[in-house]
């Protein structure tokens, strides 16, 4: 009898410890890295870090059971694709691979006035670049494309119908290169364009989205970025 019992209580030590030993890799597993290349729309302007896309894509995806890092940023408010292109060159990210990489640029490059072809040459620079950074896995590559700031206050005074026709030109080239590449596309221009009746999903800029804004914005990119893990 006293036999049994010791078995038992060496049974279920055994059994506890496996189980811990299991929790214990789960909670220790690595978080997928997460690069965010870009410009104003990446890095959260006018809002707070936690609020822009990316941090709210990050945490959207823990909360799912991924693990997702708090993502990198290569991002500056007023870049436009070459200055995305020369601040990667410069930065210390040359050799590293990412779990995640997104890449929204050239509402700068409309804002400028520049070739909608020279666009198109550098934007397939920057995506090939993320493809790399991705470790050549395209699953885990995503463009999300421009807003759509005709719609904000800050375009008072201006063209918005023409603002709008021009940021539609340039999202069909990042489409089209999307596309092309094999790399999943977030469209969430639509959304950006409820701005012009909800005052609450632009920042105090007037111009940039609010982190309620960026909150829609996640949800349309989740619908492309999960369906990558299950590949």
Known sequence: MKLLIAL????GLFLSGCKTMMEANKQTKPALTYLALGDS????????????????LSAQLTKAGHGVAQPEIIATTGWTTAELIDAISHSDTKGK???IVTLLIGVNNQYRGQSP????????QLLNTAIEYAGGDKNHVFVVSIPDW??????????????GKEIDQFN??????????????????????????DAALTAGDGLHPSAKMYGLW??????????????
């Open 97 to 99: 691979q990412y779990g």
């Open 117 to 124: 072809d020279v666009y198109r040459a550098e934007f397939v």
């Open 8 to 11: 038992a209580l060496v049974t």
């Open 41 to 56: 729309y990446t890095i959260g302007e006018s809002v707070p870090a936690e609020g822009s896309f990316p941090y709210q």
């Open 150 to 163: 005709g719609v904000t206050p800050y375009a008072g005074g201006r063209d918005r119908a023409q603002i």
């Open 218 to 231: 996640v949800k349309e990119i989740l619908k492309v970025v999960e369906p990558g893990f299950s590949k």
């Open 172 to 197: 069909n080239i990042n489409k089209q290169e999307a596309e092309k590449a094999g790399v999943a596309y977030a469209d969430i221009t639509p959304i950006s364009k409820q701005a012009v009746s």
